[in-house]
């Protein structure tokens, strides 16, 4: 099993994604003991955002973190495009600090590409960081040309990770923008990695190559998707799951290696793109 660095950190590959939790009250026992398990299990990266249930998955992190040791633990909010201004960034960052119970987060990611120009947001996000409120600062869902774009300006060689989709059944990013952020040596953090438990139309769990593979590891289709995502050792995956037993799961899927044989299989049943495909984003 491979670590990858963060921030000069060095971090176990699947971390606890939040999307969509912290929304129902009735979870929300379910949920705390989900994240906590994680953590317990060596899942020390938590990734949020403010559009979480407008804070609500914040709230829930912040909870679920208070009985942990926070210089243990890599904490990742987003912030919305619309709020990376330098009057407003500032502010955003303090609410979700306020939310999740810190006083600074290891990584803070600009959520996705807007009309502040990004060199304001590099400078917001510096200054976050002098300030001691920010590790560090990355970005979500630019495809080459925003990146491209960023790398022009002043400070931009300090962003440290883009987190875009990435799995199995979509691997458009794997013809320009993958090669292109292993040029510049940043690392990918992929969401969705089990395709939200395969509710994203691919029909993964019903595939005979994957139901195959995963009964020669003893492990469930899903952890071999996540053992896929992780194989080159550049990747941080960060599935979401509100129950215990599945973030488990989750994490014992960084053990599975898979062979080149098998991931020859699944380059045939799932072929790496041919030509430039558009960034996919849910």
């Avoid at 600062?137 to 630019?142: A, D, I, K, L, T």
């Avoid at 962003?159 to 989709?165: G, H, M, R």
């Avoid at 129950?243 to 049943?269: G, R, S, W, Y």
Wanted: net charge negative; aromatic share 8%; glycine share 6%.
């Amino acid at each position: 099993m491979s670590t990858l660095k963060i921030n000069q950190k060095e971090l176990f590959p699947i971390g606890l994604g939040t999307w969509h939790m912290g929304e129902d009250q009735e979870k929300r026992e379910q949920e705390l003991q989900a994240l906590r398990t994680g953590i317990e299990h060596g899942a020390v990266v938590l990734d949020t955002a403010e559009m979480y249930g407008n804070g609500d998955s914040e709230r829930l992190v912040g909870e679920a973190i208070q009985s942990f040791n926070r210089e243990d633990l890599f904490l990742i909010s987003k912030v919305y495009p619309w709020n990376a201004s330098k009057k407003q960034l500032p502010i955003s960052l303090d609410n979700s600090l306020k939310r999740l119970e810190t006083d600074y987060l290891d990584l803070y990611l600009l959520h996705w590409t807007g009309n502040i120009p990004i060199e304001e947001t590099i400078e917001a996000l510096e200054e976050a960081k002098e300030a001691g409120k920010i590790k560090a600062w990355g970005v979500s869902n630019f495809d080459v040309k925003d990146l491209k774009e960023m790398y022009d300006k002043e400070n931009s060689q300090n962003c440290q990770v883009n987190q875009v989709l990435y799995n199995l059944g979509e691997r458009g990013i794997e013809f320009d923008l993958l090669p292109f952020m292993q040029e510049k040596q940043l690392p990918l953090i992929a969401y969705a990695p089990i395709a939200q438990g395969d509710r994203l139309g691919g029909d993964l769990t019903k595939n005979a190559k994957l139901q195959e593979i995963a009964k020669n590891h003893q492990s469930t289709i899903f952890q071999i998707l996540l053992a896929w995502s992780i194989r080159h050792g550049q990747t941080l995956a960060i599935p979401q799951s509100g129950k215990a037993e599945h973030v488990i799961e989750n994490i014992k899927a960084a053990e599975i290696e898979l062979t080149d044989e098998e991931i020859e299989k699944l380059d045939k049943e799932f072929p790496p793109p041919t030509s430039k495909q558009p960034l996919a984003i849910i």
